[in-house]
Structure formats: structure tokens, C-alpha cells
């Protein structure tokens, strides 16, 4: 459950620019995940949420873009393998398949690892899909995937 609600604050921190607690405990209990205060206190800071200014000046919460690859990398796995069914690929094209409702946060980490060879992502409710820069970057990154989820 733990895996599954810090997925769904990555995708909100990631949609939407959240700017306290309170409002993310709001979203979290919108969408289903009953917290309190104490646990979305705990939550950002096992996954080292920061405060960054936006255009219009308010602070909205945020991925540290210092954390280090490990933290990053053990986010990613975390993430990636409670949420996604299979991998398959079709030319320079990737097809992820993950359970109802978890794409947006299993793309969201995927994002956060920035692999070699990826053009662009897009995200549906179950789905993700991958634009490489070729095929070989294609096969590359199903093997790596497919390594984590079997």
C-alpha cells in the first residue's frame, strides 16, 4: 500500500502544483488513500520531496533533481515493479502495460531516470508509451525492463 501511495504522490506532485501538507493529504484522501498528516509528513521525506518556486511564486512540492541514482534507481524499481504487467516493443516503439490507474506514476518514475535512447513518453490510464530514438535503443531498454519485472 505504502509502494502504491507514494506512486500516486509522485503523480500528483507531477500533475498539479501542490503547495502544503494539508492540500496533498486532501488529494491522497480524494483518491482513495485514507493519511493523516503524520504519514504524508513521513511520505515526503522518504521520498525527499522539496519545495521549488514556480513561475508565478508560489512554492509547490517537487522531486529533488539532486538526489542521488541509487535513491532514484531504488524509487524507480519500487514503482515500476508493482505497477506494470508486461513490456513489448514494435520498431522503435514501447508498449508498457501496468495495472488500472498506475501508468501516470510508473512513467513518472520512469522519467526520473532519464534513459539513453528515450525520445518521449506518454501515459495513459494502464498504458505507456515509449518513443526511442531507434530500434536497438528499443530492444536495450525492453531487456532492462523486463529484467525488473520478471
Known sequence: ??????????ELIS???ITTQEELQERLNNSGYSV???TVSRDIKELRLIK???NDGTYHYTTSHKEKSNDLSFKFHAIF?????????AQNLVVIKCYTGMANAACAALDSI???GVVGTIAGDDT??????NENFAVKIIEDLNKLIH
Open 128 to 133: 505507456i508509451l515509449l518513443v526511442m530514438r
Open 81 to 89: 515493479t508493482e505497477s506494470v504487467n508486461s513490456v513489448d516493443y
Open 1 to 10: 500500500m505504502k509502494t502504491k501511495r507514494h506512486a500516486k504522490i509522485l
Open 52 to 54: 521549488t518556486l514556480s
Open 36 to 38: 493523516t498528516q503524520a
Open 15 to 17: 500533475n498539479e502544483n
Open 114 to 116: 532519464h534513459w539513453e
